[in-house]
């Protein structure tokens, strides 16, 4: 039988897990005494990220990306744009409390992000404080030392000060505060540039695991494109608050179409002396402008080789040009 | 003769919980035009060995008056402030991370560079002024009399950090330390510093000693490298030698821990465990808590540094363990390491 299931927005299981679309986000900055002047962070980006899958989002600092990963959780009010959970619009703040119940966020820095007051058991009991997730005292212990279980953690370190831990050990605590809220998506903000080449090893490599355990969705932040290329299916690439490629991960690292993203994928250094010495690094010229005093058209005419007039004049719009690769550029034939 | 020889560097930190060995009896030389890498995790004393050459370490730390760091012949350690002076800056440079923190944010650029030239040669003003111009043309700064007359917060950390290198160049050093160069800042903007200090190695001909945690940077730059882990060196070759021919525990397990297209859709194999506290050094081989393959000798006592071949120096009991089975190995000194001080059972 074919019977249509008529949609609700309660019942959308056809949705992807998150979207976003044209999400905005300005920032008023003081110029002077009675003037100010909005700061385009994040200006006009649209995704999805599904099931079980991690969206990769590289770019340089100031491109906007930490400011889409807290756009997208409500940790800024967007300025336009629209967020939706399997299908849900999120609009109200008992939309946003909801939300929070599946949706978190690790943190970069392990150690201003945990609080240097509270015990470990405390930093990651407080989700379950606020989202009334347990019965008893007793429920709430035994939820706190699973969670730490999960993360490689002792449970004697649960009665510990962060202080009190090294680099690595922080960010599986600040993990176990991410897991607690059972959440089926989480914003990793460079969750690992702030540690050791043997220990980011170690923590990625949970986030490996714990997606195929719980089958959680990342949207993975990181500008170290080595890391993001290994943990995820499709990669974004962020150029002063707007996204100018999106593709499959292996796709984009090797067949990168848009310049800014063929120019950053050129310029990471290989661990490999011999691919190294002999890599073409496509060299820019120049810096990143001031997100205040962005280029009109397209962000990175300033720094492309291949600009044009009409990339000043005009946005380049982001479409597909193969199936699940889009890109923002009026000059794809020249560039490649 | 090595333009530097640094033989058995011992640098501590007294503080109030003990001593730090910070950097643990090292010995490395550097010879003209080569540039090294110094490799190794926060803690593992790579900047405190930088620092030491330079003698710019806090209060508290003290270099083993039996170490001996020998610049073109001259012994530094114990060679008192005034000579040092004459070292920094005019013969051995250091650029540090932070561009921001290294420039003096209350002169322009111009002062601070000219005044690190008329301290160093024999220059008057105009004469200075001209240097400082052709050294900010030289690291492809634009328009560079605006730029002189510009405080650090007007650049970008990229346009910071060549200023830095351009002030550290601007005596003819013969020897540049870079401290991180690279690692507060941008992809993009890293790959045009590498490219910056590249050729102006080729052209000025000075030896770098590249300090850093990127394995990548040390890949695209370095002739030689040094592996440090908790203050020794694990291991030290030429770069092809160190990649692609590791005999050490720590260097395998940090190559094998970095993404690469061969780990894609595969787990990483992580180094187990967290850097060891340096006030509770063990005995033996620092590494030997977090090593897969470790055996008993390792846990007592430190493996002795031998040679794999004539570019390639470990310090891993398995080389040893295996190089005496086969007698592959030889000392430094070039002796039989089968003869004599072979205690390890």
């Known amino acids: ?336 | 003769m090595a333009l530097l020889e640094v033989n058995n560097l011992r640098t501590s930190f007294f503080t109030d919980a003990g001593e730090v060995k910070a950097v643990n009896g090292i010995s490395f030389s550097l010879d003209h035009g080569k540039v090294l890498g110094i490799v190794g995790e926060s803690g593992s004393g790579k900047s405190v060995t930088a620092y030491s050459i330079l003698q710019i370490l806090a209060s508290t730390a003290k270099i083993n008056p039996e170490s001996s760091i020998k610049f073109d012949g001259q012994e530094l350690v114990g060679s008192g402030e005034k000579v040092m002076r004459k070292i920094r800056g005019n013969k051995i440079s250091i650029i540090f991370q932070d561009p921001m923190t290294s420039l003096n944010p209350t002169y322009t650029i111009g002062h601070q560079l000219m005044e690190a030239i008329m301290l160093h040669t024999p220059r008057n003003k105009q004469q200075a002024r001209e240097r400082a111009l052709e050294m900010l043309r030289l690291v492809n700064i634009n328009e560079p009399e605006k730029r002189m007359k510009q405080y650090p917060f007007e650049f970008s950390g990229g346009m910071r950090q060549r200023i830095v290198i351009a002030m550290a160049l601007a005596c003819e050093p013969d020897i540049l330390i870079a401290d991180e160069p690279t690692t507060a800042l941008d992809v993009t903007i890293q790959a045009q510093i590498l490219e910056l200090m590249n050729s102006l190695q080729k052209e000025l001909g000075m030896a770098i000693i590249m300090i850093t945690h990127d394995l990548g940077v040390v890949a695209q730059m370095c002739d030689e490298v040094i592996v440090m882990y908790a203050g020794s060196i694990c291991e030290q070759g030429t770069a092809e030698e160190i990649f692609y021919n590791p005999k050490h525990e720590y260097t395998k397990g940090l190559m094998r821990s970095i993404p690469t297209t061969s780990t894609l859709g595969t787990k990483l194999q992580p180094i187990t465990g967290t850097p060891i506290d340096l006030l509770n050094m063990p005995e033996g081989c620092p590494f030997a808590p977090r090593c897969d393959a470790a055996m008993k000798a390792c846990i007592y006592k430190h493996p002795e540094n031998v040679l794999i071949n004539n570019d390639h120096a470990a310090s891993c009991w398995m080389n040893i363990k295996e190089g005496i089975e086969d007698g592959s190995i030889t000392r430094l000194d070039g002796t039989d390491i089968a003869e004599g001080g072979n205690d390890n059972e």
């Open chain 1, 1 to 336: 039988m074919n019977d249509e299931i008529i949609k609700t927005p309660q019942d959308n299981s056809e949705a992807p897990l998150v979207e976003v679309k044209n999400l905005k986000q300005y920032f008023n900055i003081n110029t002077g005494l009675f003037k100010s002047k909005p700061l385009k962070a994040v200006d006009g980006i649209s995704f999805t990220i599904g099931e079980g899958e991690t969206l990769g989002l590289v770019g340089e600092s100031g491109c906007g990306k930490t400011t889409v990963g807290r756009t997208l959780l409500h940790l800024y009010k967007p300025t336009a744009g629209e967020v939706y959970y399997r299908g849900n619009k999120i609009v109200t703040p008992h939309d946003i409390k909801e939300f929070r119940k599946h949706a978190t966020m690790v943190f970069q820095d392990p150690y201003s992000s945990l609080n240097p007051r509270m015990t470990v058991a405390d930093i990651i009991g407080e989700p379950l404080d606020i989202h009334n997730m347990y019965e008893s005292k007793a429920e709430r212990q035994e939820k706190i030392l699973e969670l730490m279980d999960h993360v490689g953690l002792n449970s004697e370190h649960a009665s510990r000060y962060a202080h009190e831990f090294s680099g690595g050990q922080r960010q599986r605590i600040g993990i176990a505060r991410a897991l607690a809220i059972n959440p089926d998506f989480i914003v990793c903000d460079e969750p690992v540039s702030a540690l050791d080449v043997s220990i980011q090893a170690q923590i990625i490599n949970m986030f490996d695991e714990l997606q195929e355990k719980i089958g959680l969705s990342y949207l993975f932040i990181a500008h170290d494109l080595l890391v993001v290329r290994h943990i995820s299916n499709r990669i974004a690439v962020m150029y002063l608050g707007k996204m100018v490629e999106l593709a499959d991960a292996t796709e984009i690292y090797d067949h990168p179409l848009h310049p800014y993203s063929r120019a950053l994928i050129s310029a990471v250094p290989v661990p490999d002396p011999n691919i190294a010495k002999a890599n073409q690094r496509i060299a820019l010229g120049g810096d990143i402008p001031s997100p205040l005093n962005a280029p009109s058209g397209c962000p990175f005419r300033t720094r492309c080789p291949y600009a044009t007039e009409q990339c000043a004049a005009e946005m380049p719009e982001f479409k597909e040009v193969y199936k699940g690769h889009f890109v923002a550029c009026h000059n794809l034939d020249k560039v490649n």
